[in-house]
């Protein structure tokens, strides 16, 4: 019998943070099941991971009992050092480290996203120093996520707590952008996650790929006699609205409140749910009440039962929500593979996934009254709602966890070469990289 082909080894770095806790690991499942998809593709993968000292968040569970899923992976902690001098601290060994594993790997590619502590950026540079061929990824602007939390307006109980990151995000949100260009630049190739991203990023990279990254198997995809049962289910009742994701400034989780508000003035009956938790739920519970729609409107907090949240995703009729960032959110690949149309605000990312069969209806960003007409619109239209309904559905079926890594696999096999002559041999002069000099002695 022929030999079975050797799959070449592939090296990531991944900011999704360990949580070493009373002498565990805890892992993200998510990221459990990104990391088995790329084994698929490729032996052995190795991570490069942060580790966090403090308790796991919920969603969370002991590494041991995943061992079986990433029997193909390898992982390795890295120190979670965004403070400047912890970064100083951590740089020499960590990149030593960071070299040694770039040597061994047949293809590289590192997510981005930070200022301080960035393992990924740190180890763009040191690739690209080794002139080892590498691709960068990332799913959202993170230095727009920071310009944008300095520019914020937060009520006096909320600007107590968040002095110190609007000055962190004064500081920071400048040199993050010229590091995010100054890394994507040198980049062999380019993995953005979602249009949002790819249009802000593609001019600073000479190879950028248009990519999107799922955690819905299409055995979690809405069906046809569901479909067809929820198409007709919709035709009367109280519109079902829902919104999953954390309840921080960035989703526009208090214009989601302001647009329920003037539903009920305009007379619309509805139901809201918002799954997830958050600093600003307190706040919008608040104006909630004060709205006299606490029977109306409920929030879940954090749902861990992943079978529950798509469960609530396909029986809803809109997914509504007010994302105010250059960002990529998967819940919108979520919503229309549970047949549910999004509505909310525009964005390259969000235009670019219902432009197929206009499964959804996109209103300027931080326009509420407009946000609130469509919805209105939508409930004195529900044969055109039913329509949207199927069309969700059609947006959403290209979009599964095994589809998105196989795509982003065979980018990488196909746009990055695998020759390591130079691997670990002659740095390739660039200032940027100069501390690398210094940290390898």
Not at 14 to 33: S, T
């Amino acid at each position: 019998m022929p030999d079975t082909p050797r799959l070449p080894s592939l090296l990531i770095y991944a900011p999704v943070p360990l949580h070493l806790y009373q002498g565990r690991f805890y892992i993200e499942c998510q990221a459990v099941n990104g990391l088995r998809l790329w084994a698929q593709h490729f032996h052995p993968v190795t991570v490069m991971m942060p580790v966090s000292a403090e308790a796991p968040p919920q969603g969370w569970e002991p590494l041991g009992g995943h061992l079986k899923d990433l029997a193909e992976v390898n992982i390795e902690p890295l120190p979670m050092a965004y403070r400047p001098d912890q970064f100083a601290r951590a740089l020499p060994r960590s990149l030593r480290r960071i070299r040694d594993l770039i040597a061994q790997a047949d293809y590289l590619s590192f997510a981005i996203g930070g200022l301080f502590g960035d393992w990924g950026a740190v180890s763009c540079l040191a690739a690209h120093q080794m002139r080892r061929p590498f691709a960068v990824w990332t799913d959202r602007v993170e230095s727009d996520v920071m310009r944008q939390a300095q520019e914020r307006a937060y009520d006096k109980a909320l600007d107590q707590t968040t002095r110190r990151s609007r000055l962190r995000a004064r500081l920071y949100h400048r040199p993050m952008a010229w590091l995010e260009r100054a890394v994507i630049s040198r980049a062999d190739l380019g993995l953005f996650h979602g249009a949002e991203t790819y249009q802000a990023f593609q001019q600073f990279c000479r190879n950028p790929q248009l990519v999107h990254d799922i955690h819905i198997a299409e055995s979690d995809h809405i069906g046809l006699e569901e479909l067809t049962q929820k198409m007709a289910r919709v035709r009367t009742g109280p519109l079902r609205l829902v919104y999953a994701g954390r309840a921080d400034a960035m989703k526009g989780p208090i214009d989601w409140t302001t647009v329920l508000e003037r539903l009920k003035v305009m007379g619309v009956e509805f139901e809201a749910t918002w799954l997830g938790d958050g600093e600003a739920l307190p706040q919008m519970r608040a104006r909630i009440a004060r709205a006299g729609l606490a029977e109306q409107v409920h929030f879940a907090g954090f749902v861990a039962d992943r079978a529950a949240v798509l469960s609530a995703l396909r029986r809803a009729d809109l997914f509504m929500f007010c994302h105010k960032t250059a960002e990529s959110p998967r819940c919108l690949i979520e919503a229309l593979t549970c047949g549910t149309p999004i509505l909310g605000y525009g964005g390259a990312y969000a235009e670019d996934l219902i432009s197929g069969h206009a499964g959804g209806v996109l209103v300027p960003r931080g326009d509420t009254e407009a946000l609130a007409d469509e919805v209105a619109r939508l409930d004195a239209d529900r044969p055109r709602l039913a329509q949207m309904i199927a069309n969700a559905r059609s947006d959403g079926m290209p979009f599964s966890d095994t589809q998105v890594f196989a795509h982003r696999a065979a980018i990488l096999k196909a746009h990055l070469p695998t020759d390591q002559s130079d691997a670990g041999g002659r740095a390739k002069p660039d200032p940027l990289c100069a501390w690398g000099q210094a940290a390898r002695r």
